[in-house]
C-alpha cells in the first residue's frame, strides 16, 4: 500500500521506526517530515499531510505528535480527508469500518511502539462497512462552514 | 461554567448521564441533542456543536458517538474550534494544556461513564498553558484549505 507518514519532533522517532517497519513489510512510504528532532510546529506538517492525501497521491496516512492530538486537528481541517486520534487497535478498525478515515493519528508520548505498530496494522487491514455509513461520511466533506473564522469568531480561536 | 454537550443516537444515554451530572455539580448545560435513541447522523450534531461554540453561546462542549471518531471530525471541520478525542484524563489534560481545545469527544461504546466522568473534570479544570503553544494553535486556525474538497479531491471524499 502507498502510505504517507508526517509528525512534530516529538514524534519524530516514532515516524522513523514505524517508516522503516512498513517498508520493511513491503509498503511504499512517503516521509513527509521533519528531517530531524528540532521543534517544529504540528500544523504545518498535518496539513502537509492532508494536502498529499488528497491529492491522492497516497492511500493512507499516519500523523504524529506528542499527544496526537494537536496534528489530529490540523489534518482534520481538509475537508477531503477523515482523521481518527486512536491509541488502541479497536478504534483504528472502527475509524475505517464507520468513518472510512485515511488517516490515523497517534500520541507518541503516550502509546508505545508495539501498540503504535498494533494500531496501523488494524487501520491497514480493516475495509469500509459502507451501507449507513456512506452518508454520514459524505456529511463531512460538506461542513456548512467558511474555511476561516468569521471576524465575530475570533474569540474561540 | 457553561458547557454544550451534543451526541447521537449511540451515545444518547451517556449524554444524558453526563448533562445531568453537569447540572448537579452546578454547571449551565445546553444540550444540543439528539431527544431520543431513533438513528441521526454524527455530522449533523457535530456541526451544531461546533457552531454552538464558535458563536460563543458556551465556553466547552462535550461530543459523543459510538466511537467518538466521527463527531471528532464533525466538530473539527470548524476552524475555529478544536476538538480532542480522549479515552483517558490524561489526554483530556493535554488537550486543554497544549491545544487549548475547547471540546472533548468520547466514544461511548469504548469507554464507561466513570471514565468518561473523569475525562470531563481533567478538561473542565486544565487550563491553557500558552507560551509555545499559542502559535501552534493560531495555526490551526487558518488552514491552507478551501472549506470544500476540490473537484479533483473527489476520490478521497
Known sequence: MH????????????????????????HT????GPDGEASVDY???GYRLAEHLAAGHAERG??????????????????AV????????LSASLAREHNDAQVI???ARLIGPDMARACVTAFLDTPFAGDRHV????KLSHPPFPARPAANESSAA
Request: one cysteine or more; glycine letters at 12%.
Open 62 to 79: 499516519i500523523a504524529l505528535c506528542g499527544s496526537g492530538i494537536g496534528i489530529s486537528i490540523a489534518v482534520n481541517r481538509h475537508p
Open 29 to 32: 512510504v512517503d516521509d513527509l
Open 3 to 26: 502510505i504517507a507518514i508526517a509528525s512534530d519532533h516529538a514524534a519524530f522517532a516514532l515516524k522513523q521506526a514505524l517508516a522503516a517497519w512498513l517498508r520493511g513489510e513491503g
Open 43 to 45: 500544523p504545518d506538517y
Open 82 to 89: 477523515r482523521c481518527a486520534l486512536v491509541g488502541e487497535p
Open 105 to 107: 493519528a497517534l500520541g
Open 135 to 138: 452518508r454520514r461520511v459524505g
